[in-house]
């Protein structure tokens, strides 16, 4: 049971990486936690991006993540914006995210077009 959940993961990170890939710089990250770079993937030089595939995904988790993300990101002091991208089984992609004050959560495909259109999500981040 483990390794088919790892399995998932991996398979899910993977699928990230190669969409994000398409739309610019991106790199995975080595290990869980053993590498320089926080999160699972860098994208643009500007994100850190975590990536969780479940079976359930409750508000609670969705937040622990993001704020381990957070401090993962301060610990190893970057300046990065960070997003969980997270699906639940049998339901679309998600990402996971702070703009302004605000957090949100929006489909993976938004995402994607507004960083095709260049434009910004993120005017003000704040930690």
Partial sequence: MVMKTKRKGNLFENKIYKELRELGECKKSLGSGSSDEPGDIIFLDQYAIECKHRKLMTWNTLHR???K???EIT???KDYI???IYRENRREIMVFMQLDNLIITL???EFIRYVQTK???FPTYIP
């Fill in 65 to 67: 993540f993001y704020h």
């Fill in 69 to 71: 993300l957070i401090k």
């Fill in 75 to 77: 610990t190893k002091g």
């Fill in 82 to 84: 960070p997003l969980v």
């Fill in 107 to 109: 489909h993976f495909d």
């Fill in 119 to 121: 434009r910004s999500i």
